[in-house]
């Protein structure tokens, strides 16, 4: 017979006293029988066991253990028989059963035993409804802990009245709605939190007068809309959090006027427009919290009482100064906390005169450009953070401010050097975009030599140079060199936009006025000047919203009489006008877009507007002119030390040797003759990369020992993987074919070339020998550099695949399959998440980034990958994971399968894949704004067309906050995964697992049993997709019949799918009834007549008992091939 054996730790009066709380001995519980526990005691005289924990079932403790001190328990379901052996105990200190299933409730007596012993008693996060009577004669209690209980009717207003010994009370997450009237006698009180309650009709006015102990106190997320008076009486508080509650109405002016011990002040989210005035005095205040709050602005007297304020919070605050009483702070502040504010130009001058300060944290005040340079004089500061002051120019962003105190200090010094030993130098870049044909490198060239320059190619020419991925030019302005981008306008190209687009960039759109007149006529203006113009914008003010405003340039001027050539410039113009308004009506950008902000400006203004033909030799000087013009409103010239631009024309000069790059090592040695240190060297590269002179991928460990001086070979690079015409470039590889020797390889083949080609060509996917052949002889690059600098743009992915060893190249663009849509059929429960984009559309080699993301997020599990033209699907052993995405829909959804033993797993592939696509799409596209939002796993499983949602509550919520604090980890991980919650659409009563919902923690084996029943009861309910299908035709049906003589009809097909139960009514025909489904599809909106065509066709397929699933204007042939695609799937 096997002995039983439990997961546990005890100790005994012959051993130390343990030197922490007792739950910290978790880790170190092992499987023990009770025979070895009591044969260990017996092998001391007298020793008898004090303390102890156990994980999962436990012995009979009051045997093993009858003079127990304190007990802890943990990961059980409790049954009534364990908690009355609490009964028996009765030298009990200190109880601590948090996170256990104690739904079961409570023994009215199961304190009694222990009411003059027990000191300290946690039940939080225990599931209780309600409280054993036996707790209110706890008379010598501590410490009470029951947070995240449901106690909304658990507490009485007699509970408190014997507990005068109360020192700590959490009631954190508790549901309650009003405060028991014992509470306010407690006061011996030190501690109270009531976090994430619903005081709907605030805190009693008296509630603290008795509290005179009272130090801690916070009352966070009650929905408060005041203080209470007696509140400014607590003459011990130290601390006070009161964050998220909504004091618009404002606060007392004497609410603070007696907190004379008052450290720690929190009043962060509040919606406060102003501040007691009694703020200012707070002396012993040390920290104070202020931030997200619409202040605007801060009365003058506000901190001249603060004579002890070490650290102040004001982000997010609206401030446009600061007042000039917080230099009266300056001999203790060294924390300042002002991000995300509307500083103009500079910060406040008072900044500057707080001359204790350590850290300063002013990110994402776009409106700065200039630091000051007595700002670094203070000898203090040691971290100065300006993340997303992106149109800083003096320093630049980029290169100097984004990096920190030391290269700011470093700048600061370098500019001192002035006179004849200094040069002006332009950090600046001209990026020309436009769609392919529009003119772009005629424009280039002809800006060079201000002479019109004619560039002419076929459309289909796959090699020449107007075709290549993007070119570099230098051009010169009033004697300034600027580098200017021209970028290959094919779709395949836009994903190399990233590699030298700069927050200090000029953009020029340029358009063929051929291009919008073709498609007007096609599609209308506003598609045309959406496909010319508005896409664009999205490479620029969405990576970087504070760019100037962008120059049009319409070509082609010579191709039309001048009536028709203004007819359509207007028609262009309006189009883009009334885009703009679209974006303004969406809400478009978290962070503000610059050139936007003007509502009542048109898109472009006469002076940005340039066109270009026949007779125009005078434009490109104007162009030049007002290039410039923006060069100096940006403020982008510096001076640097005449040294520093040695090294600059240095590496221009070796840009026209055959070398791929130079190695920073190198650099080092050839200037240290001159006193150049290494430090020196690196902030003269960081303004080399900002004015687009080469790449220095600084951030990046294995490249940044290296200088890519030389952009040809980068291009070389890129143009194996992307190009506007893939299928001639593979056909001309394969025709000109050269066989290839390798130091300690073998010879590459033809015959091997085909071959790996036709693997390519099924699957994708990229042979580790391929894609080296290709990079050796098609690129200068050694094979390593190549596939690191197209990692570092998470333009690649590498991997080896287990089962064959072969080592393969993912790249999104070569993938041609879509998503199979079954991929995920047979899984338990899908956790669904979806994005939508909205505002400028965001280009699609952003969905092929967070597809290399997650490949690299999820590295270490072991998944087989399948890489497909709109997504990404991975499964191993135990999960499986999509991401799918529909570019033109501006939409995408990440998908986890999960069951109940990978419940908690699928929960950490879900949270950690959402928290990379945030990421990203903050720091990539800063000025995105989309709708995240988790769908109902129980709707879905249920087949629901419409299920419910969690937008901004929730996990989602937590994700966010993590987001905005820069950390990790965070996720509340919940223990009662099994409990019941509602299900997430409103109309639907069934009750839930918690874990449908929620993250949760591994599944005890009782709880997995419970999740796979509730798994097995919805399926049951569930209806089958034929009777769906066939209540889905009989509403169809109905509804025909009831709107027969209408001359307009319009169906909402999602009301009708999410009918549950089945229509009455008996069809006439039922097998043939309706006839069909008719989509229909305009395009010609612009001709005359075409509404009346329109609702003609509509109301004879209707009387023909068609089905009109819908209408759709406008489409491109894609989107009309993925809607039929959509609807033949949604009957099929």
């Not at 883009?576 to 978290?590: A, D, E, L, P, T």
Request: proline residues 3%; contains cysteine; charged residues 25%.
């Amino acid at each position: 017979m096997s002995v039983k054996e439990y997961d546990i730790w005890y100790r005994h009066t012959k051993q130390a006293l343990p030197t922490t709380a007792l739950f910290n001995y978790e880790v170190k519980c092992s499987l023990q029988s009770k025979y070895e526990i009591k044969e260990e005691l017996a092998g001391y005289e007298e020793a008898f066991i004090t303390h102890m924990i156990f994980k999962g079932e436990s012995p009979n403790f009051t045997k093993l253990a009858p003079y127990l001190r304190e007990l802890c328990i943990r990961k059980v379901v409790l049954s009534k028989l364990t908690l009355n052996r609490l009964q028996k105990l009765k030298y009990l200190e200190k109880i601590d059963l948090e996170g256990n299933d104690l739904s079961a409730g409570l023994s009215p007596s199961v304190f009694k035993s222990c009411q003059q012993t027990l000191r300290h008693l946690n039940l939080s996060r225990c599931q209780l409804r309600e409280l054993p009577e036996s707790i209110t004669g706890l008379e010598h209690l501590n410490c009470l802990y029951l947070d995240s209980n449901r106690l909304e009717n658990a507490l009485s207003d007699k509970m408190f009245w014997s507990m005068k010994d109360l020192k700590e009370l959490k009631l954190q997450g508790c549901g309650l709605t009003k405060v028991p009237s014992g509470m306010c006698a407690l006061y011996n009180l030190q501690l109270l939190d009531l976090r994430r309650n619903h005081f709907f009709n605030n805190l009693p006015d008296d509630m603290f007068y008795s509290m005179i102990s009272l130090q801690k106190l916070y009352i966070g997320r009650c929905e408060l809309t005041t203080l209470p008076t007696s509140l400014g009486f607590v003459s011990t508080l130290e601390k006070l959090v009161t964050s998220h509650n909504d004091f618009s109405s404002g606060l007392p002016d004497d609410i603070f006027q007696s907190l004379h011990s008052l450290r720690n002040l929190t009043l962060s989210k509040n919606n406060m427009s102003h501040l007691p005035s009694s703020i200012g005095r707070l002396e012993s205040l040390e920290i104070l919290y202020l931030s997200d709050n619409p202040l605007m602005q801060l009365a003058e007297e506000t901190f001249y009482g603060l004579k002890s304020l070490v650290e102040l919070h004001v982000g997010k605050c609206e401030l446009s100064a600061l007042p000039d009483s917080l230099k009266a702070c300056k001999d203790t502040l060294s924390c300042l906390y002002i991000p995300r504010n509307c500083f103009h130009v500079e910060l406040p001058r008072v900044v500057l005169q707080l001359t204790n300060l350590r850290k300063l944290v002013i990110s994402k005040n776009v409106e700065l450009k200039h630091l000051d340079p007595e700002l670094m004089a203070i000898k203090t500061l040691t971290d100065l953070d300006c993340d997303g002051c992106t149109n800083l120019q003096h320093p630049p962003y980029e290169g100097v401010a984004n990096l920190g105190c030391g290269q700011i200090r470093q700048f600061f010094r370098d500019q001192a050097v002035t006179g004849e030993t200094s040069a002006l130098i332009t950090i600046c870049t001209i990026a020309v975009v436009g769609r392919k044909m529009a003119g772009k490198t005629s424009l280039v060239q002809s800006l060079k030599s201000r002479m019109r320059i004619l560039t002419n190619r076929e459309e289909d020419a796959p090699f020449d140079e107007t075709t290549r991925v993007f070119s570099s030019i230098e051009i010169e302005l009033d004697g300034l060199p600027v580098q200017i981008f021209d970028f290959g306008g094919d779709d395949a190209y836009q994903t190399t936009y990233q590699l030298v687009l700069r927050s200090n960039s000029i953009p020029v759109v340029v358009v063929n006025l051929k291009h919008f007149e073709q498609l007007a006529a096609a599609f209308g203006d506003l598609v045309a000047a959406k496909e010319l113009v508005i896409n664009w914008f999205a490479h620029f003010y969405l990576v970087y919203p504070q760019l100037t405003s962008t120059i049009l340039i319409i070509t082609h001027q010579d191709a039309f009489s001048e009536p028709n050539y203004t007819a359509y410039r207007e028609r262009l113009l309006l189009a883009c006008n009334q885009w703009k308004s679209k974006i303004f009506q969406s809400g478009n950008s978290r962070i503000e877009i610059k050139a936007f902000t003007n509502r009542h400006q048109p898109m472009f203004i006469e002076a940005d507007i340039f066109e270009v033909g026949k007779h125009t030799s005078t434009t490109f000087n104007r162009i030049a002119s007002r290039l410039l013009h923006k060069i100096q409103e940006k403020d982008c010239r510096t001076v640097i030390p005449f040294n520093w631009y040695k090294i600059i024309k240095f590496l221009q000069k070796e840009r026209f040797d055959i070398s791929s790059h130079l190695s920073l090592r190198d650099l080092n040695a050839k200037f240290k003759k001159d006193g150049i240190t290494e430090a020196k060297i690196k902030n003269v590269l960081r303004y080399a990369h900002m004015a687009g002179y080469l790449l220095w991928f600084e951030d990046s460990e294995e490249l940044s020992s290296y200088v890519f001086h030389n952009m040809d070979v980068i291009v070389e690079l890129l143009e194996i993987v992307f190009n506007h015409d893939e299928e001639k470039k593979w056909s001309f590889r394969e025709d000109n074919f050269q066989p290839y020797l390798s130091y300690n390889e073998p010879v590459v083949e033809k015959k091997d070339f085909k071959q790996w080609l036709i693997f390519f060509n099924k699957t994708s996917l990229l042979l580790d020998h391929l894609f080296k052949y290709l990079v050796r002889t098609e690129s200068k690059l050694a094979f390593s550099h190549a596939v690191k600098i197209l990692q570092h743009f998470n333009l690649l992915y590498e991997h080896e695949d287990g089962r064959t060893d072969l080592k393969l190249y993912l790249i999104p663009s070569f993938a041609r399959r879509k998503i199979d849509i079954s991929f995920l059929r047979g899984s338990t429960l899908i956790l669904c998440t979806s994005f939508a984009f909205k505002g400028l559309k965001l280009p699609r080699h952003a969905y092929h980034q967070m597809s290399i993301l997650l490949l690299n997020l999820h590295r270490l599990r072991a998944f087989n990958i399948s890489l497909y033209s709109n997504g990404l699907a991975a499964q191993n052993s135990l999960t499986k994971f999509l991401l799918q995405y529909e570019t033109e829909e501006s939409e995408m959804q990440f998908k986890v399968s999960a069951c109940a033993n990978t419940i908690h797993s699928s929960w950490e592939i879900l949270v950690d894949s959402i928290l990379t696509i945030m990421r990203y799409l903050h720091q990539s596209w800063r000025a995105l704004q989309y709708l995240c939002e988790y769908l109902c796993p129980h709707c879905l499983l249920q087949g629901f067309p419409d299920p419910g949602r969690l937008e901004k509550s929730g996990f989602l919520v937590e994700v966010e906050e993590l987001l905005e604090s820069g950390e990790s980890s965070g996720v509340t991980w919940i223990n009662e995964a099994v409990d019941e919650r509602k299900c997430l659409n409103i109309t639907n009563p069934d009750l839930i697992p918690a874990s449908f919902i929620h993250p949760c923690k591994e599944l005890s084996e009782a709880e997995k049993e419970v999740f796979q029943n509730s798994i097995f009861e919805i399926e049951s309910a569930k209806i089958s997709d034929y009777q769906r299908k066939q209540n889905a035709i009989s509403a169809m049906f109905d509804w025909l019949i009831q709107h027969e003589h209408e001359n307009e009809m319009k169906m909402d097909l999602v009301n009708l799918n999410m009918r549950r139960q089945p229509l009455t009514g008996v069809l006439k025909y039922p097998m043939s009834s309706p006839r069909g489904r008719a989509l229909i599809i305009s395009n010609s909106s612009n001709r005359v007549g075409s509404e009346v065509d329109f609702r003609n066709v509509k109301d004879m397929l209707s009387k023909l008992d068609f089905v009109v699933t819908g209408e759709h204007k406008d489409y491109t042939a894609e989107r009309r091939r993925l809607k039929l695609m959509g609807y033949t799937r949604c009957f099929s």
